[in-house]
C-alpha cells in the first residue's frame, strides 16, 4: 500500500489480543470532521502467552500472513506489538503512519472525549489501572511502547467510557458514604466506542429509531448494555469497573458484594478473588467448559446450557432495568461478537421480553442475521448492527490530529 494521503494506526490491545488496523484519511476529512477514514489493513494477535496466532489481511480481503507460534515466542503484549507492526509494515512500505489512535477502558471522571497522550495523561491513566486491571495495563503497554520507538509521533486515546460522560448523577451512585462518590468511587459505564458508532451507524440506517429512546445490547466476551435517548447515553449496565452489570465470558457481572467479604473471609487473598471475578466466572465458571458462547450452544451438557439460559435470563433483566430508565423504549439494537452473530442467543433473550414488552422476533431473519429481525407487528423493533469501535477510534484520531495542525 502506498499512498499519498495520511495513515493512522488504531491499537486495541485487550487483555490476551493486540489488534492492529491500518486507516487512510481521504482529502475530504481535511475539512470535514465526520468523514470516516477507510480501513486498508488490519492484523490482530490472539492467545497471547498461550497459544498465539497473527493474521493480518489487507481491507479487500487479501491475506498477509497467517501464522502460529510457540507460547514463548509471544509470551506477552510488548511482544505482541512488535511482531504485529512488523508484519503491517509491509502492508505500510513507503507510508509511515502520522498518529496511533489507542482504544483505552478507563478514563476516569477525567476525561470525557479522545485526547493527545502526553506525560500527563499517561500518569492518569497509570492512576485508573486498578478499576481496570484486565485491559488498562496492556493499553498502557502499547503507549509506552510505541514512544519508545518513534517519541515524535502523535498519540491519541479514546476512551470506552467518554461516551457515557455527563450521566445524571442518580445513574452514577452506589449507595455508599457520599464522599466516596466526590471522590472518584462512581458508576462510569463501558464499550462507549461501540455505543459511540451504533448511535452514529443508527442515524444512517433508521433516523426516526434514532432520535428515540434505544437500548443497544453489545455482547461479546465483555458484555453491557447501554439506553439512549436521541443518540446520548443515558444509562449503562457497568460501573465503576467492567466487572458489573451482565454475566460474560469469564466475569461474573453483579453479584452480591457479601459473597465478595464472604470469600475474603475463608481465606482468599485480593489478588486471588480478583482473578476469579475477572477470568473464571461468567459462562466459564458457570458451565465448567468454556468462555465461548459458540463452544456452549454447540454442547450436550447441563451446565452449558444452565450458563446460556443464565446469560440470556440476565440480559432481559438487564434491558427491563434500562427500560425503566427511559421509561420504555422504542427500538432494542444487538451489536459485537455474540449480539451480532447469535440467532439463538439473540432469540433466547428476546422470548424474555415478549409478554412485558411486546418483542417478537421474525425466526427466518433472525437465523439470516438481517439488519431487522422483528416480526411487522413487534411492538419494538429489533435491529442487528455490526460495530466497528476501530473506525470510531480513527474518526477521533484524525480529529485530534487536525486540531494539531496534521491535517
Known amino acids: 500500500m502506498s499512498t499519498s494521503h495520511p495513515v493512522i494506526l488504531v491499537v486495541n490491545a ?31 494477535i490472539e492467545g497471547i502467552g498461550v497459544a498465539p496466532r497473527l493474521v493480518a489481511k489487507m481491507a479487500d480481503g487479501r491475506e498477509v500472513t497467517d501464522q502460529r507460534f510457540p507460547a514463548e515466542q509471544v509470551p506477552d503484549h510488548n511482544a505482541a506489538f512488535r511482531l504485529i507492526r512488523l508484519t503491517l509494515s509491509v502492508a505500510l512500505r513507503d507510508t509511515p503512519p502520522v498518529a496511533i489512535g489507542h482504544r483505552v477502558v478507563h478514563g476516569g471522571s477525567e476525561f470525557a472525549d479522545a485526547v493527545r497522550i502526553d506525560d500527563e495523561v499517561i500518569a492518569k491513566l497509570e492512576a485508573l489501572v486498578p ?6 495495563p496492556h493499553n498502557l503497554t502499547a503507549i509506552r511502547a510505541i514512544r519508545g520507538a518513534a517519541p515524535e509521533l502523535l498519540q491519541v486515546a479514546c476512551f470506552d467510557t467518554a461516551f457515557h460522560a455527563g450521566h445524571d448523577p442518580l445513574t452514577q451512585l452506589m449507595a455508599l458514604p457520599y464522599e466516596y462518590f466526590e471522590q472518584g468511587v462512581r458508576r462510569y459505564g463501558f464499550h462507549g466506542l461501540s455505543y459511540a458508532y451504533i448511535a452514529r451507524r443508527l442515524r444512517q440506517v433508521a433516523p426516526d429509531l434514532a432520535s428515540g429512546r434505544v437500548i443497544v445490547a453489545h455482547l461479546g466476551n465483555g458484555a453491557s448494555l447501554c439506553a439512549m435517548r436521541d443518540g446520548k447515553s443515558i444509562d449503562s449496565t457497568m460501573g465503576l469497573t467492567a466487572l458489573d452489570g451482565m454475566p460474560m465470558g469469564t466475569r ?8 465478595v467479604l464472604y470469600l475474603a473471609a475463608q481465606g482468599m487473598d485480593t489478588d486471588a478473588i480478583q482473578s476469579m471475578l475477572y477470568g473464571q466466572s461468567g459462562l466459564k465458571g458457570i458451565s465448567g467448559i ?97 460495530t466497528d469501535e476501530e473506525g470510531m477510534i480513527a474518526l477521533s484520531t484524525a480529529r485530534i490530529l487536525r486540531e494539531n495542525g496534521g491535517l
Open 14 to 44: 485487550g487483555s490476551s489480543s493486540v489488534k492492529v488496523s491500518i486507516y487512510v484519511v481521504p482529502d475530504d476529512a481535511h475539512h470535514n470532521v465526520d468523514i470516516q477514514p477507510t480501513l486498508a489493513a488490519h492484523g490482530q
Open 131 to 136: 478499576l481496570a486491571p484486565l485491559h488498562q
Open 252 to 259: 461474573c457481572g453483579s453479584i452480591d458484594p457479601g459473597a
Open 290 to 386: 468454556s468462555s465461548d458462547m459458540r463452544a456452549l450452544l454447540d454442547s450436550d451438557s447441563l451446565r452449558a446450557k444452565l450458563a446460556v439460559d443464565f446469560y440470556a435470563w440476565r440480559s432481559a433483566q438487564e434491558i427491563g432495568k434500562l427500560a425503566v430508565t427511559l421509561g420504555g423504549f422504542d427500538a432494542l439494537v444487538f451489536t459485537a461478537g455474540i449480539g451480532a452473530n447469535s440467532p439463538d442467543v439473540r432469540a433466547r433473550i428476546c422470548a424474555h421480553l415478549t409478554d412485558l414488552f411486546g418483542v417478537s422476533l421474525d425466526a427466518a431473519a433472525n437465523a439470516e442475521n438481517c439488519q431487522r429481525v422483528s416480526r411487522d407487528a413487534s411492538q419494538v423493533p429489533v435491529l442487528v448492527l455490526p
